[in-house]
């Protein structure tokens, strides 16, 4: 569980609520910089598609640029895969060392107001941080007073198997961001920050959006952690989250697949490619398999740079049952692409 003794800010969207964050600890800090990882997704506005370096975000369309605001700097995210420093055992070491060094030789650290990071890479690739990555940034921020934002807004709340993905490597952010499954297709979201935080953003710096806290998703809110907790639907998560992956396993040695399948609790993924060797990302595979698979009833997404990423977030309450039923289209439809 969380165990932040502070305050709450409502918003109506994770973009709402991530911007929030950034407006808070600027507030707090007095300080103007925000660092965010490369291929992160924030959300949706111009402050947080600015923390959302990525493809999508900053290279397809020429007017991308407009909506990046200044007072962002981005790190790598440690992807044990496909390495940014060519090292998949110390890859979550050299990026911590990035860190440390670009806010000692480039930048002060007396300048940055906030780390803001998602704890599963989700767009990104559905990428799992190595073991000491998340607590080793926090700790970095704690050695030079930068506030440290956790995103939850699509981890939370159960969809990796814990309430919340920090519970994982036992982290204590300072401001945990929450949203989506939290209210369902209700609008409701909200920013957990710290009384050292909250209690600095006077009211007088505080411009709120009128659906703030708005009482229907806060109704829904309220029902769904019933819910959740009454019918045990986060162990119900890490158990059939366990069964998905020993299922995709099974799935790539049966159809001698080569790729990676890794995720936590129910986000879990497929990233299929043309070799080990090369780890080519078979994308046009996965748009088949993906456009097959929807019209026989199974809606997948895919994620990654290159689109070549079957990811499943599938909702907290899916039993084992309902997995055999999507693994059997998702096989069906790979098994027609090689026909
Ligand atoms: C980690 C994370 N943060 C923020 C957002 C933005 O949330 P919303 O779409 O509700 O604005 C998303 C949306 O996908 C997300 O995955």
Redesign the pocket.
């Known amino acids: 569980m969380i165990s932040i003794t502070g305050k709450i800010v409502f918003g109506f969207?994770?973009?709402?609520v991530?911007e929030k964050s950034i407006r808070l600890v600027r507030f707090a800090t007095h300080r103007p910089l925000i660092v965010s990882t490369y291929e992160a997704?924030?959300?949706?506005n111009a402050t947080?598609l600015s923390a959302s370096p990525t493809k999508k975000e900053m290279g397809t369309n020429v007017l991308s640029s407009f909506f990046q605001l200044p007072g962002f700097i981005h790190i790598p995210f440690p992807d044990p895969y496909r390495p940014w420093f060519g090292d998949r055992v110390n890859e979550g070491q050299q990026c911590l060392d990035f860190f440390e060094r670009l806010i000692t030789n480039v930048y002060s650290a007396g300048l940055v107001a906030g780390v803001i990071v998602?704890p599963v890479l989700?767009y990104g690739g559905n990428i799992v941080p190595p073991e000491g990555y998340l607590k080793g940034l926090q700790k970095i921020c704690r050695r030079n007073a930068i506030p440290f934002i956790v995103?939850e807004?699509?981890t939370g709340i159960g969809k990796t198997g814990k309430m919340f993905a920090l519970e994982h490597w036992r982290l204590d952010p300072d401001l945990v961001?929450i949203?989506?499954a939290l209210s369902g297709p209700l609008p409701l979201?909200l920013a957990v920050a710290s009384n050292q935080l909250s209690d600095s953003w006077e009211a007088k710096d505080y411009v709120g959006i009128s659906k703030d806290g708005y009482i229907l998703g806060c109704a829904a809110a309220i029902e769904i952690l019933r819910i959740v907790h009454d019918e045990e639907l986060v162990a119900n998560a890490a158990r059939v989250g366990i069964y998905l992956k020993n299922r995709l396993d099974d799935m790539m040695k049966d159809l001698k697949l080569e790729g990676d399948v890794r995720g936590l609790g129910l986000m879990m993924a497929v990233d299929l490619v043309g070799s080990e060797k090369t780890k080519e990302p078979a994308t046009s595979l996965v748009e088949k398999v993906i456009n097959l698979a929807r019209r026989s009833g199974l809606i997948i997404g895919r994620v990654g740079a290159k689109g070549n990423v079957i990811r499943f977030v599938p909702t907290l309450t899916v039993a084992e049952k309902e997995v055999d039923n999507a693994l059997e289209i998702l096989e069906a439809a790979i098994s027609k692409t090689r026909s």
Do not use: N, Q
């Open positions: 969207s994770g973009s709402d991530v997704h924030h959300g949706a947080a998602e989700s995103d807004v699509l961001c949203g989506k979201t």
